[in-house]
Structure formats: structure tokens, C-alpha cells
């Protein structure tokens, strides 16, 4: 029988997370059920450890909770080490609960907490709701029974609500009255973003960095651009909740854990169910901090001081090198490079992007930084060099794209006519994929050009451009259709806009091909 099989569970079993192996996980030995604090245990010792049930967009978030707990643990002991045993790891976290219900899912005194469910000041849920699925629970908005499907488990585990659970209390946005945002994102609809270095994929070695990360930036967090207090609320679900009143930032510990719905687990037969209920104010009174909280993943607006927001066009190659590399960004600590990142590390950005009324996809992209631009990374000069040679490409891409590329296919799907109309959308998609051929190679190229002379860096991408278009504009004039009798004119007219578009907005192609003898550009 598993551990996490709810219809074996006896009646009274509060499910302790603390104790109580739920979260399957895979390692060097095989796969095996763990408890939180065996988890910790793991992670703290460094040994490889995947949890096997943990969705895409629940990723980040997973990640983040754990290096918070084990942050605030640091943070608040003696001896600030993170390699305990589960039995030790139980007591620290105890102890920073002030009692064992704050860890088990299923607490029937309702002035109580459980995990990640406030007290109920009434004593009573009869005015409470019910969701009887993980899928219900979790934050997703799902127009369509798609991608993942409605009640596709069909005997939910323990982790499946756990997982659920922390998605909902601590990424989910505002979905209409009563059901208020975290306060990690900028607004009700925003997303809570995370981006960080980490030296490989694995789920463990990440965990790790980013704790002592967390644990060099706790200072600058209690602190005048923050009103945290070291001695503040840490676990915000640990406070009755009434549903009306907010609390206030300067209540807090800098690592708070927050909880944004009013939720509390019952048992039922053959499984759990969850009770809910909409409240009148936000958990957290933060809505003027815009999501800027000193949350350790996510980056700020320099000028407006608002927190990321990402579009439904997740992390394209434009919007990722400006906040990476760009000064418009201030990057959050886990993106800075530590020396335990090894040589060759890895950029990971992760967001679920809302809409309203809908979820507009998870997007999550990964670049893996050479040894010459790791350096330049790690430091403002570095990134802003970097940022120089990703700026001038990304408008270079663009010029290709809407000044070179779709003026030759509207010439073509039009006839070569004289009178050029621009907004005709027929040769989008050929538009979409030159620019996904342009984001798979962008930061390759851009990292292998960074000792390369920026004329000749710059010249050599462009003619990769050129390259890039002369293939789209042969796709769209083989698949695309023009009126027969003037094929040969649309054509000629197509070929004769491409090529002198591209002289004109990408000259560097053309220039070090015409004069291979010129000088080159000093490498600074």
C-alpha cells in the first residue's frame, strides 16, 4: 500500500507532512515516498532528489517554499547549518510553527492552523464551499478541457492536494470578488515570475544556492526599502483570519511564506475534500508594493519600481535579454552568479501567465551561459556589454522581420502591385517562424560573439539574417498563393523588396562581404 493512498489513511490521521512520507520522489536509489523533513534531510546533504509528481507550473513555487523554510530556519537558529537529520529538521521547523498543526493538512480544531490554512476566527465552516479535486484547487484557469484535463486523477495522492495547495495560497491571482492575489505580483492579474542561475536542472542543487542566497540578501530586506522586522510573522497562515482585515508588510519576516485564500482540508470518504470561502480584503495589505516585496526571484522595473509582469509571449529572445543584460531591469539575487555555479551555468526563468478569466500557458526557458559570458554576467559592466551587443541584434531581428521580410511577402501574395498594403496578415506564420528560428539560436550566437569585434560579430549575424530570410521569403512564395498571370511579376517584385530592404536595414551583411580587406574593430 503507498503512504500517500488517502483511502487507506485511518479517519484520524492528520496527515503530518513533517512526518508522514506523501511526496514521491526519485534519487540514485530508485524512487521512494519522503516527508518534508526527510526531503530537507536530502537536500541538505546534497543528495540528487527529483519529486516525481510536481506539475511544470508548480515548479517554481515548490522550489521557492522549501528554500524559504529552510531559509527561515537559518535564519532563526544558533547554528545556521543546513545538513540535519529529518528528526532535527522536524524540530527546527516545529519550533518556528510553535506547534505541530501548522505541518498537517487535516486540523478539525478550526482555531487552530493546518498547513497553509489559517484559523477560523468563526469556529465554523458552514458558510464555506466545497472542492473535491486537486485540478479545483489549484490556480489554473482553464477555459477548455485541454492541455490538462478536468479530473484527470482519478485517486488523488497527498501530494497532488500538497502541491495543489501551495500553488493556490501563494501564486494565484485575483479571479473575481472575493478571491484576492498574492502579493508576490504586480496586481490581480500578473504572475509571479522566477528567475535564477542554477548549475544544473536537477531539482536539489538549486535549492541549496538559492538558501544562501536568501541568506546574504536577508540584511538589505530588513532594511528602509523594506519594513520587514527579523522577528516578524514568517508563516502567514499561522494568524486567525477572518476574512476582512489585511496584514500589513511591516508585520513580517522578509521571508514570509503567504497564504492569499481562506481554505480549510476535511476528510471524506475515499478521500479529502477542501472547504472555501471568498473574504472582503486581501491577505496582505501590499497592493501599493506592486509586487515589489524583495521577493528573491523576481525582477523590478528600475524606473517604475513595479514588479515583472510577463505576456503571453513568455520569454522570447527580445523580452528575456532585457532582463537579463538591459539596465531597465533590476534582477532579483537569485539571478546573481555565485562561485558555486560552476563554470558553465544555466539562466532558469519560469512564469504562469494570467489572463482575465484565463491562463494564457507556462512558459519556462533555459540558457546555458559559456565560461566568457558567465564572467560577464557576474558583473553590471559585463551585463552591460553584453546588453549592447543583445540590443543592437534584437532590433536587427525586428528590422528583418517588419521591414525587409513582410514587405517582400506582401509584394508577392499582392502581385507586385504598385500600392503596397502592409496589413495583409496572410504571411504571419512565415513571419512566426523566422522569429522561432531567431530565438533558438539567439543567445547561443550572442555568448560565442562576445570576444568576437563587435563589426565583426555584428556583420556576421546579420548575413545569418539575411540568410534566415531568403529561406522565409522561398517558403512563402512555394506555399503562399498569388494570382497566377502576375506570378513572374510578384516574384521579381518580392525578390527586388527583399534584397533592397536588406541593404538598407541590415548594411553590415553586405558591407565586410563587398570588402573583405577592411579594418577590423579591436577587441575591447
Known sequence: MSETDLR??????????LERPWMTIEGP???????????FERVGAGRPTEPVYVMPHQQHVLHALVVQLMALVCARS???RLE???AEWTVALRALAGGPEAFQLIVDDLSKPAFLQPPVPEGSLERFGQVRSPHELDMLVLAKNHDVKFGRIAHARIEHWVFALISLQTQAGYVGAGNYGVARMNGGFGNRAGLGVAS??????????????ALEARAKL???????REDGLALVWLSPWDGTSSLGLEKLDPFFIEVCRRIRFEREAGGLVVRSLASKAARLDAKDRKGNVGDLWMPVNRETGDALTLSGTGFNYDRLSRLLFENEWIPPKALEVRPTDGETPMVIARALVRGQGKTEGFHERVVHLSPRSRSLFASPEGRARLGDLSKHRVETARALRLKVLKPAICAYLQGGGDDLRLDDKRGDPVLATLDARIDAEFFARLFDDVDTAPSEANAGFERWLVGLGEGALETAMSSLPTATARRERAVSAALGRFHGGARKHLPLAFTHQDNPSETQEPTS
Not at 487507506?8 to 507532512?17: E, F, G, K, T, Y
Not at 536509489?29 to 526531503?39: A, D, F, I, M, T
Not at 530588513?222 to 520587514?228: C, D, I, K, L, Q
Open 8 to 17: 487507506q489513511l485511518p479517519d484520524d490521521d492528520p496527515i503530518d507532512l
Open 29 to 39: 536509489e530508485g524512487r521512494s515516498e519522503v516527508s518534508l523533513s526527510q526531503l
Open 78 to 80: 544558533d547554528t545556521p
Open 84 to 86: 540535519r537529520t529529518a
Open 200 to 213: 544544473s536542472y536537477d531539482w536539489a542543487s538549486p535549492v541549496l544556492r538559492d538558501v544562501a542566497a
Open 222 to 228: 530588513v532594511s528602509e526599502s523594506f519594513p520587514y
